[in-house]
Each structure stands twice: as structure tokens, then as C-alpha cells.
């Protein structure tokens, strides 16, 4: 759930599965309604663990546009199933053939995992440059389990990873960790304590965010049927493949 905050001059990126709609959630007690920042955390989470209602002080922001994404990605899902096609182009999410697809659809300014090229044309080159930027970075075999906990698959963990950790950690690489030089602080998913008090330093907050962090437990209201698994299910093959897909990260955050 990303935010761009001109008030606090901090942008602040957020990967799938690491914690990201908690830090929002902390984060937002700084924000003001002049700074942007996606709509599905605040309707969804915010009034629950936050007591300002911030529901209706921040107003989504929505355009009508032509569904170019939409006719693009059902072309390049024809695309993905050629067997030589995959062996020259990694892509970020696997074939959907749905063809029921809308001509127009309202797109929020900003998504819940936008990708850091696109906050920065959003935010502005002026802005993004000077901006303090921090993000998040999770074990993948940690990030790769919550992500089939959260879906609807009905595949076994070894199936699913075979199926989708390509796609979901190609996303992960070339939406946020392509250049984690552009970064003033990477928060680490297993020491938050540390790295938030590190950072409510760093961005100049009047109090520590991971006071008001500790808090919030999104996940821990998740849906009953959403499932409950244990990691012991990463088998040598689907570790092989994990790591395979995600080697960048665990290289360049030393991850075993």
C-alpha cells in the first residue's frame, strides 16, 4: 500500500506479503489529505486500528480510462503459452483467458503495489529524487508461503510453486528490488522493531512508528478459510525452485 507523502518528504514502496498494509496503517497517523495514498488500505483496514476516521478524510481518486491493460495482458497471455516464448521472456503474471473484458474501467491514482517506476512519474522526478524512499524486503520463502496462504488455489504448495513462483518473484525484482541502490532504507520483515525505530529517526516522526505498529494486526483477521500451513510443506524441489526464481534477493540481502 504505497504512499507518497510531500508533508513527511517520504515515499514509502511496498512488495506483496511483507507487512506493508500494517506500516501504511502505522504511517498514516503522519500523512495529511495532500499526500497520495492507495485507497483499498483505507477502506478496507483503517478505521478498524486507526481511531481518526480516515476513511472519509482521504478520498480515493479515480480516472475512467480506455482498459488498454486489460486487451494487452489477454494478448500477451496468447503470447506466454509458446514454448519458445518462454525460454526468451520472463513475465510478471501468468495466462488469463478471460475475454469478458470491459472497454473503460475507473483505475485509482495509485495502486496498493505500484511499482517504483510509476511513483516515480507520479510523484515527480523533483520530488522522487529528494524524497527519503524505504520499502521492505521479506524472506522468499517466507513471502512465497503467505502468498499461497492468501490465494484460492486449490493446488498442493509444490504444484502452485511450480505454477507461479516465476511470475510472482520476476514482479517482486523488476517492480522494486531492480535497483536497490534508490533506496534510503530497506526495512527487514524479521527485525521490524529495530528498522522502524531506525526509521521514524531517519524521516524525523515526533514518536516511534513501531509502538503504533506492534498494534495493528491485519492478517491476524484473515479470513477461517484462508489457509493455515506450516513451512515444513517447502520440500527440497519447491525450495530449489523459490530460490531459483529469487536469487537476487536472497544475494542481495543475505538471505539463507
Known sequence: MTIISKKNNFIFIHPRRTGGSSMVLSLLKFCTTEDIIC?????????????????????????????????????????????????????????????????????PEIYSHTKIDDVRKLSGEHFFNKAFKFTI????????????RASDSKDDFLTFTKKNAAYFFNREISHFYKDIEIYNKIVRFESFKEDLTDLSQLINLPENVYDIFKE?????????????????????????????????????????
Do not use: M
Not at 63 to 76: D, E
Not at 139 to 144: K, L, V
Open 137 to 148: 524486503v521479506r524472506n522468499p520463502y517466507d513471502q512465497f508461503l503467505s502468498f499461497y
Open 39 to 107: 485507497d483499498d488500505v483505507l477502506h478496507e483496514h483503517a478505521d478498524r486500528w486507526i481511531k481518526q476516521n480516515f476513511k472519509y478524510n482521504f478520498r480515493p481518486k479515480f480516472k475512467k480510462k480506455f482498459n488498454t491493460a486489460g486487451f494487452k495482458h489477454l494478448f500477451f497471455s496468447c503470447i506466454k503459452i509458446l514454448p519458445i516464448i518462454k525460454n526468451l521472456k520472463k513475465f510478471n503474471y501468468p495466462p488469463n483467458f478471460n475475454f469478458k473484458i470491459p472497454l473503460f474501467v475507473k483505475e
Open 216 to 256: 495493528i494486526k491485519v492478517n491476524k483477521s484473515r479470513p477461517k478459510n484462508e489457509k493455515r500451513i506450516k513451512s515444513e510443506i517447502v520440500d527440497g524441489i519447491a525450495k530449489n525452485i523459490i530460490y531459483k526464481q529469487a536469487e537476487k534477493i536472497f544475494r542481495e540481502f543475505d538471505y539463507k
